[in-house]
């Protein structure tokens, strides 16, 4: 399931302009359209990097280091995007250590899913020393081997029959779409998508709105 930001081009000002010059300005506003598409991913992405600790690469569609999905849909009256993706783990949010420090190590786990905020997220210390030799389920921790923070669930301490849950964190879905951005994620799309299309029209002869 994914979840939508909606913006729209303010284009009724230039609606007498379209229909006077028929598919010269047609073709701009298809351009403009298609600029739109390439800049929006990229503001969004900014925005979203200002709260979230992630790389705004991994929140940026154009990206080859996206972590989500994006579809672009619409055209010269309104565009979509439609983000979708898994929760992840915390190895996109500054997670330290970032891999098992060595056997018999004691650990703390902590990472920073808001910028500013470090939290502790699982830790290592040696079996037995918690009230029993985490005969239910462990503490979140970092495996040999293995990248993302892991908890033991149930079975042994390895082989077959280890079970073991990762620790998810955030999807870009819900970085992007954050409430308290969006008011802020519309104005700049909708500002960004009047600069487009001003300077497409612009070029065909339109001096001013």
């Known amino acids: 399931m994914g979840v939508d930001i909606e913006f729209k081009f303010n284009n009724a000002v230039f ?11 047609a073709k701009e506003m298809d351009y403009a359209v298609r600029d739109m598409r ?10 979203a990097a200002q709260r979230y600790n992630i790389k705004k690469g991994e929140l940026n569609a154009n990206s080859k280091n996206f972590q989500g999905g994006c579809r672009l849909s619409g055209g010269m009256s309104d565009l979509t995007l439609t983000y979708s993706g898994r929760r992840l783990t915390a190895t996109h949010f500054n997670m330290n250590p970032a891999a098992n420090p060595g056997v018999g190590k004691v650990y703390k786990l902590k990472a920073t899913f808001i910028r500013g905020n470090r939290v502790e997220i699982g830790h290592w210390r040696k079996p037995g020393t918690e009230g029993g030799a985490y005969g239910g389920t462990s503490p979140y921790m970092l495996l040999p081997g293995k990248k993302p923070p892991l908890q033991r669930i149930g079975g042994g301490w390895g082989g077959a029959g280890a079970k073991y849950k990762p620790f998810r964190t955030l999807s870009v879905p819900q970085m992007v779409t954050y409430s308290g951005n969006r008011d802020e994620v519309t104005d700049k799309l909708q500002e960004r998508a009047s600069e487009i299309l001003m300077k497409r029209l612009q070029g065909l002869g339109l001096r001013r709105v």
């Open 15 to 25: 609606a007498k302009e379209l229909l006077l010059h028929g598919e010269k300005w």
């Open 38 to 47: 390439r800049a929006a991913p990229p503001i969004v992405a900014g925005i």
